[in-house]
């Protein structure tokens, strides 16, 4: 039994400007241990999808169908402290921002012995103890000296790390870190990684949802990308990188600059995310894509098994009853050779 499992998930905003549907139809498991980068454009839905795993989403949004199960156990509709438990519990999240995420009028060891006591029986000095060990257990040098000290003394590597522990205070068996490295130079986000793997390596499922393609490869077991509030591809990071199979993926990948490279401008994927008050009929993609033909405007394609069953992609050319003529013919560029 997979340690999550996400089954058709419809998380809506309720907006002046009409219904966002910001994840549509979301469907993916995880099993403990695994690492499962989330990738897509702003606007896709990993945050969103993240963060109603733990019923975090504020009004506008709501939660209007599907199932969230951790370790086997219905989350959605769970009662306020069965949500509580969860948080910081078995589920322990990661914010975008460290700087945000930490209360700037308590020292950071407050801040980690707070999500100890609320999680664990420690209370008092055991509870302060716990803390100062969990700093230390993220790479933070000197530990009992930091946690006296303010999250504006910390760098940003550092709170990110302070946030880490404060994540991992309640033990948990899931991880969820949403862009963890962004704004970290990359020497500051080689460590990080490093302690993710460190903590992967007890048996602790992470999911990573990132921008940065590069992260995921090096960190990452298995890859999600999401558009516009779907997914549209699954599939190991091997097989997604070097056989991608839906047109939005490959074009994330030529997107990606290469040291070497000569062309005198990067690639994009023409035009933006639609507006998903109103998206486009049929898949959503088909307004940027260069393989898009009628069929595509008409049906929304499921996902499916297109290269073994741990490899899915929701587009009409692998949907057997389609009506859809072409070939997906296009290649990406890996350390300079065309891979397809």
Same mark, same amino acid.
């Given at each position: 039994?997979?340690?999550?499992?996400?089954?058709? =998930?419809?998380?809506?905003?309720?907006?002046?400007?009409?219904?966002?549907?910001?994840?549509?139809?979301?469907?993916?498991?995880?099993?403990?241990?695994?690492?499962?980068?989330?990738?897509?454009?702003?606007?896709?839905?990993?945050?969103?999808?993240?963060?109603?795993?733990?019923?975090?989403? $504020?009004?506008?949004?709501?939660?209007?169908?599907?199932?969230?199960?951790?370790?086997?156990?219905?989350?959605?509709?769970?009662?306020?402290?069965?949500?509580?438990?969860?948080?910081?519990?078995?589920?322990?999240?990661?914010?975008?921002?460290?700087?945000?995420?930490?209360?700037?009028?308590?020292?950071?060891?407050?801040?980690?012995?707070?999500?100890?006591?609320?999680?664990?029986?420690?209370?008092?000095?055991?509870?302060?103890?716990?803390?100062?060990?969990?700093?230390?257990?993220?790479?933070?040098?000197?530990?009992?000296?930091?946690?006296?000290?303010?999250?504006?003394?910390? &760098?940003?590597?550092?709170?990110?790390?302070?946030?880490?522990?404060?994540?991992?205070?309640?033990?948990? #068996?899931?991880?969820?870190?949403?862009?963890?490295?962004?704004?970290?130079?990359?020497?500051?986000?080689?460590?990080?990684?490093?302690?993710?793997?460190? =903590?992967?390596?007890?048996?602790?499922?992470?999911?990573?949802? &990132?921008?940065? =393609?590069?992260?995921?490869?090096?960190?990452? $077991?298995?890859?999600?990308?999401?558009?516009?509030?779907?997914?549209?591809? &699954?599939?190991?990071?091997?097989?997604?990188?070097?056989?991608?199979?839906?047109?939005?993926?490959?074009?994330?990948?030529?997107?990606?600059?290469?040291?070497?490279?000569?062309?005198?401008?990067?690639?994009?994927?023409?035009? &933006?995310?639609?507006?998903?008050?109103?998206?486009?009929?049929?898949?959503?993609?088909?307004?940027?894509?260069?393989?898009?033909?009628?069929?595509?405007?008409?049906?929304?394609?499921?996902?499916?098994?297109? #290269?073994? #069953?741990?490899?899915?992609?929701?587009?009409?050319?692998?949907?057997?009853?389609?009506?859809?003529?072409?070939?997906?013919?296009?290649?990406?560029?890996?350390?300079?050779?065309?891979?397809?």
């Amino acid at each position: 039994m997979a340690l999550l499992e996400v089954e058709d =998930l419809d998380v809506r905003f309720y907006t002046e400007g009409g219904v966002v549907h910001a994840v549509d139809g979301l469907s993916y498991t995880l099993d403990r241990g695994e690492r499962l980068g989330v990738v897509g454009e702003s606007g896709a839905g990993k945050t969103v999808a993240a963060l109603a795993i733990l019923d975090l989403l $504020d009004d506008p949004g709501r939660i209007e169908g599907g199932s969230i199960r951790v370790d086997g156990e219905e989350v959605l509709g769970a009662d306020p402290e069965r949500l509580r438990r969860l948080r910081g519990g078995e589920v322990g999240m990661v914010f975008q921002d460290p700087e945000t995420a930490l209360d700037p009028v308590y020292t950071v060891g407050e801040q980690v012995a707070e999500a100890v006591r609320v999680h664990t029986d420690l209370d008092g000095a055991a509870a302060d103890d716990r803390a100062v060990s969990l700093l230390d257990r993220v790479g933070i040098p000197d530990p009992a000296t930091r946690a006296t000290q303010y999250p504006h003394e910390f &760098s940003g590597g550092m709170a990110q790390r302070a946030v880490v522990a404060i994540a991992l205070a309640g033990d948990p #068996d899931l991880l969820i870190a949403d862009e963890p490295t962004t704004a970290l130079d990359v020497t500051i986000q080689a460590q990080l990684l490093d302690l993710l793997d460190e =903590l992967a390596a007890d048996d602790l499922a992470v999911q990573l949802i &990132s921008h940065d =393609l590069g992260v995921v490869a090096e960190f990452c $077991d298995r890859a999600l990308v999401m558009y516009a509030g779907q997914a549209v591809e &699954s599939a190991s990071v091997d097989d997604l990188f070097y056989r991608p199979q839906h047109p939005y993926t490959a074009g994330l990948l030529s997107a990606v600059p290469r040291i070497g490279d000569d062309r005198d401008r990067l690639r994009t994927i023409p035009g &933006s995310t639609p507006d998903l008050a109103a998206p486009p009929p049929g898949c959503r993609f088909h307004p940027r894509c260069p393989y898009a033909e009628d069929a595509c405007t008409k049906r929304d394609p499921p996902l499916v098994a297109v #290269d073994g #069953d741990d490899h899915r992609a929701a587009c009409l050319a692998h949907v057997d009853d389609a009506d859809f003529d072409g070939d997906l013919d296009f290649y990406v560029e890996v350390d300079g050779e065309a891979d397809p």
